[in-house]
């Protein structure tokens, strides 16, 4: 009975085999455990098999294709369209039927496995395949059409509208259309670029690709700071007047560095730090400044293996330097350095493009100079903080020096004393309480300055707020205290949330 790996027992009307000690699992029946644990995967194959084959299947490919794709499509309001497809919806009761059986298949096949392995040291690992929601069919449809792109696939969150990548790039994401329709002030999507309004819905006004109150007079806007410039040129324009260091694009700022002398060689195998500013508060208060891209010329010795990385923060309206933030380089679309070697010489270029999408507010730049290289033994332990000796072979081949560095950008005129007028007013009728809405003009035109000033804030990873730049300036610019700071912030979010009826957005505190 025991094929001699135990003694056969009956006790209590149950019989079993008393294992030897040389064959403790006289009992278990691995052998039908196995089988029955093959059977298991080969059923959950089957079941993903079957949500596959609903995607691949005519009735699904003909939903996706015509679904629209000149606007932004909600969970609900692609849930519509799926409840109105009556082919889809017969593969998806077929599917349904399908996934239910092969469930009920599932779940008699572990009832026996675990029964058989009651008696087996082996306990039986197995988890019974999640069916896939109505609510989860509609999240998977939104990723197919937003997520889908280079090759890449990801998951799409309604919430953020951006994607996750599921490998490590960030190439999955297609351009999100815009919303339309309801309560939103866009009418449609823009022909030339999709994930910007084209026009608006009656009450409202487009600019630059954004639909705001008519009442909102942007050109009043100019009056305090002036947004629109001569020097609004496109990408590719500024791609090439980069290329030729055109004048115009100079900012003329103060080279400031304890460590570093331009021109000069250095040793970068230990942290430097240099610093471009403008000192606006004190010399140019009429103005306020706009970067759109950076250069620096570095030169080598030859055969040197340095490859020198940099790490710059930005002070948008002066401050200390834990008030900037830091450019995040490859990240979130943002742009990398561009490097090129100058003709006949060991000097390169190195050339950063914010363009129009990342151009932001600086006060001041910090660059923050490492370099990456495999060193001698002999050479690890050295500081790089002593005197350069160009004579030394072995060390010459570690030294640069940086003969030029230039911020590009252009200066926006910026009337200090009619913002600080208008934030009184608006100060003024928040602490009075019952006077709160009485300058509505006023309250338009901040919020207006608000939104185009926080626009132009750095990029900031999916899930997280944009850094609040509108609140630097009224500390740095205007010289607002940080309760009057609040203030003015908590009466705009009022006024924006219970009289436009609009949803703030977020920010996070950077001064």
Known sequence: MCNGEGEYVCQNSQCRCQCAEEFPQCNCPITDIQIMEYTLANMAKSWAEAYKDLENSDEFKSFMKRLPSNHFLTIGSIHQHWGNDWDLQNRYKLLQSTTEAQRQKIQRTARKLFGLSVRCRHNPNHQLP???????????????????????????????????????????????????????????????????????????????GRCEPQNVDSERSEQFISFETDLDFQDLELKYLLQKMDSRLYVHTTFISNE???????????????????????????????????????????????????????????????????????????????????QNSQCYNWTLLLGNRWKTFFETVHIYLRSRTRLPTLLRNETGQGPVDLSDPSKRQFYIKISDVQVFGYSLRFN????????????????????????????????????????????????????????????????????????????????????????????????
């Open 130 to 208: 999640r069916e896939r929601t109505i609510q989860q069919w509609l999240a998977r449809v939104q990723s197919l059409l937003y997520c889908n792109e280079n090759g890449f696939w990801g998951t799409f969150l309604e919430s953020q509208r951006s994607c996750v990548c599921h490998s490590s790039t960030t190439l999955c994401q297609r351009p999100i259309p815009c919303i339309i329709g309801g309560n939103n002030s866009c009418a449609m999507c823009s022909l030339a670029n999709i994930s910007l309004c084209g026009s608006c819905n009656k009450g409202y006004k487009l600019y630059r």
């Open 260 to 342: 570093i002398r331009l021109d000069t060689f250095f040793d970068p195998r230990w942290r430097k730090r240099m610093s471009l500013t403008l000192k606006s508060n004190k010399n140019r208060m009429d103005f306020i400044h706009m970067v759109i891209g950076m250069s620096m010329r570095i030169c080598q010795m030859r055969n040197s293996s340095l490859d020198p990385m940099f790490f710059v923060y930005v002070n948008p309206f002066s401050g200390s330097h834990s008030e900037g933030w830091n450019m995040p380089f490859g990240e979130f679309g943002y742009p990398r350095w561009e490097k090129i070697r100058l």
């Open 416 to 511: 200090a004393d009619l913002l600080r007028s208008a934030v009184q007013q608006v100060n003024q009728s928040y602490t009075q309480g019952g006077q709160f809405y009485s300058s509505s003009s006023v309250m338009l035109l901040l919020l207006d300055i608000r939104d185009r000033i926080n626009r132009l804030a750095p990029p900031v990873a999916p899930g997280k707020p944009q850094l609040d730049l509108f609140s630097c300036m009224l500390k740095h610019r205007l010289k607002l205290t940080n309760s009057e700071i609040i203030r003015v912030n908590h009466a705009l979010d009022l006024y924006n949330t219970e009289i436009l009826k609009q949803s703030d957005q977020m920010t996070a505190k950077l001064c």
